[in-house]
C-alpha cells in the first residue's frame, strides 16, 4: 500500500473530513492556517465546507504531498471536477 499524508473523505453532507497523517502534513495544515476552514472537528478529522476543500487539496498537491493510497481512488471519483 502507497503511504500518503492526508486522508480526505466525503461524508456526503456537504462537508469534506480532512485527517494529516504524517507529521510533515500535521506542520503543512499549521503553517497553511487551514484551520480557519474548519467547521467541526472530532477525534481523527477536521470537518470543512466541500466548497473550501479544492484549495486545501490544491495547497497539499503544491506542496508535493499526496492522500493516501486506500483513500485516493475514492476520493479521485467524488472530487475530479472539484479538486
Not at 49 to 75: G, H, L, P
Request: hydrophobic residues 40%.
Amino acid at each position: 500500500m502507497i503511504s500518503g499524508d492526508f486522508v480526505c473523505t466525503s461524508a456526503n453532507d456537504g462537508t469534506h473530513l480532512f485527517r494529516p497523517i504524517t507529521a510533515r502534513a500535521h506542520n503543512f495544515w499549521q503553517q497553511q492556517d487551514f484551520n480557519r476552514f474548519v467547521i467541526d472537528n472530532n477525534e481523527d478529522y477536521y470537518i470543512v465546507k466541500s466548497v473550501d476543500s479544492k484549495e486545501i487539496c490544491t495547497k497539499i498537491r503544491a506542496n508535493s504531498m499526496d492522500f493516501t493510497a486506500w483513500q485516493y481512488m475514492s476520493f479521485m471519483i467524488k472530487l475530479v471536477n472539484k479538486c
